[in-house]
C-alpha cells in the first residue's frame, strides 16, 4: 500500500535537497551539475568584480532568462512562470546557506570528494524528481523540462536529458568565452557523466517515488499555480 506524500511538502523538501546536492558537487570539485553550470560559471566571473555576488544569485537572475525564453517559445506566459522565478529566489537563497554548510568540510582528498560529487548527483536527482510532483512552480529548470515534455507530449525523462546535454554544451561555450576559463571552470569529466546519466536517475527515483508513494494536495491552493 503506497503512503501519501504531501505535494507542498514534497516542495519544501526538493529544493532543500537540491541546494544540498549541488552544494556537495561544488565542494567535490569534479564538475558541477550540466543545470547549474552556466549559473556557476557567471557568478565566477561576475564576483570576481563584484564580491557580494553569490552563486545563489546567479542562479535566479540566469532562470529568469530560462523563464523569459520560455514564454517566448510557448507563445504565452503563465501565472506560474512568476511563481518559478520566486522558486528560483528562494532557491539561490538557500543554496548559498548550503554552501556554507558544505565548505566546513576540512578534508580535500579524492575518497572524500568522490563520495561528495557521486552523493551530491543522486541527492540532486532526489531533490528534481520530488519537484516533478509538486503543483507549486519549481525552479525554472524543471520548470521548462515540465513544461516542453507536455506542450510536445515527449518523455519528461529523454527531455530531460537534452537539455541537460544542450545546458553542458552552452557552458563549454562560456568557459571558451570567458576570459581565464580555459581550463573549464566548473565543466569538467563529472559535468559530462553528470549529463549523461542524469536524466536515467531522475527517472528511477521518480519510479521510485511512484511505487512507495501517492502525491496528494494538503491544501486547495494549486488554482493559484495554474
Not at 519544501?12 to 543545470?35: K, Y
Not at 518559478?84 to 579524492?110: C, H, K
Amino acid at each position: 500500500m503506497r503512503r501519501t506524500f504531501y505535494t507542498e511538502m514534497a516542495y519544501a523538501i526538493g529544493l532543500i535537497t537540491l541546494a544540498l546536492g549541488t552544494a556537495l558537487m561544488e565542494r567535490a570539485d569534479f564538475g558541477m551539475s550540466m543545470v547549474v553550470a552556466p549559473a556557476y560559471l557567471v557568478y565566477l566571473e561576475v564576483s570576481s568584480y563584484l564580491h557580494w555576488f553569490t552563486f545563489g544569485m546567479a542562479e535566479y537572475c540566469l532562470q529568469a532568462f530560462l523563464i523569459i525564453v520560455l514564454a517566448v517559445v510557448l507563445h504565452r506566459f503563465k501565472r506560474k512562470y512568476l511563481f518559478s522565478f520566486i522558486t528560483a529566489v528562494i532557491y539561490g537563497t538557500v543554496l548559498d546557506i548550503m554552501m556554507r554548510i558544505v565548505n566546513i568540510i576540512p578534508e580535500n582528498s579524492i575518497p572524500i570528494r568522490t563520495a561528495c560529487y557521486i552523493s551530491g548527483m543522486i541527492i540532486c536527482a532526489i531533490g528534481v524528481s520530488l519537484l516533478f510532483n509538486t503543483y507549486i512552480s519549481p525552479e525554472a529548470y524543471e520548470l521548462f523540462v515540465k513544461e516542453i515534455s507536455e506542450r510536445f507530449n515527449l518523455d519528461i525523462s529523454k527531455t530531460k536529458t537534452v537539455y541537460d546535454c544542450c545546458s553542458c554544451m552552452s557552458a563549454i561555450a562560456m568557459s571558451f568565452i570567458f576570459i581565464g576559463f580555459g581550463r573549464f571552470e566548473g565543466v569538467k569529466l563529472g559535468t559530462v557523466l553528470c549529463a549523461l546519466i542524469n536524466g536515467s536517475l531522475i527517472g528511477l527515483c521518480s519510479k521510485c517515488f511512484d511505487r512507495y508513494f501517492d502525491f496528494r494536495d494538503a491544501f486547495g491552493f494549486r488554482k493559484f499555480f495554474i
